[in-house]
């Protein structure tokens, strides 16, 4: 009987877990000018200097939501320019447009740091904004 028992909810379970959809929840789009970004972000090592939600080296600032924060227009002016601390690294206009249609993109995925939130009764951390 518990065999039995046992047996069949292996067999349901296996049927449901190779027929169920694999699909994962997307995030945002990604554009294709942003998709080379990422590799201009890549190939230049920015996370070199940079973080994204906290991550990445520390001698430059956090970049997460640095389009929201200062525009793109600054963004882009400061790539291209580089300042006594960040080194002009030679983007080419189409690599720091690509690049900062990239940071957009990022942007587009959250906030860093978390600027409100609580922490649940099971110990995580909610946002404000995420759904319930
Ligand atoms: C050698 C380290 C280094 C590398 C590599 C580097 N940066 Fe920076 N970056 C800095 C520093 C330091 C600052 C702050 C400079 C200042 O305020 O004068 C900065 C500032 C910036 C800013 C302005 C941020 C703000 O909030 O003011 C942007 C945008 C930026 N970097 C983008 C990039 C991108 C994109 C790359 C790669 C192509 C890159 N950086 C590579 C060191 C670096």
Same mark, same amino acid.
């Given at each position: 009987m518990i065999f039995g028992t046992l047996f069949l909810s292996f067999v349901f379970y296996s049927a449901y877990i190779y027929t169920a959809g694999t699909e994962v929840a997307h995030g945002p789009e990604i554009s294709d000018e942003a998709r080379r970004g990422q590799q201009v972000y890549q190939e230049y090592n920015c996370m070199a200097c940079h973080q994204f939600y906290g991550l990445g080296g520390y001698m430059g600032p956090d970049l997460t939501n640095v389009i929201s924060n200062r525009g793109a227009a600054y963004a882009g002016a400061f790539i291209a320019a580089g300042t006594a601390t960040m @080194?002009?690294? !030679?983007?080419?206009p189409e690599e720091t447009s690509d690049v900062v249609a990239f940071l957009g993109f990022v942007d587009t =995925? !959250? =906030?860093? @740091? @978390?600027k409100n939130y609580d922490v649940t009764w099971y110990g995580t951390v909610r946002q404000e904004d995420d759904p319930q």
């Open positions: @080194p002009n690294l !030679g983007l080419s =995925t !959250g =906030t860093y @740091p @978390p």
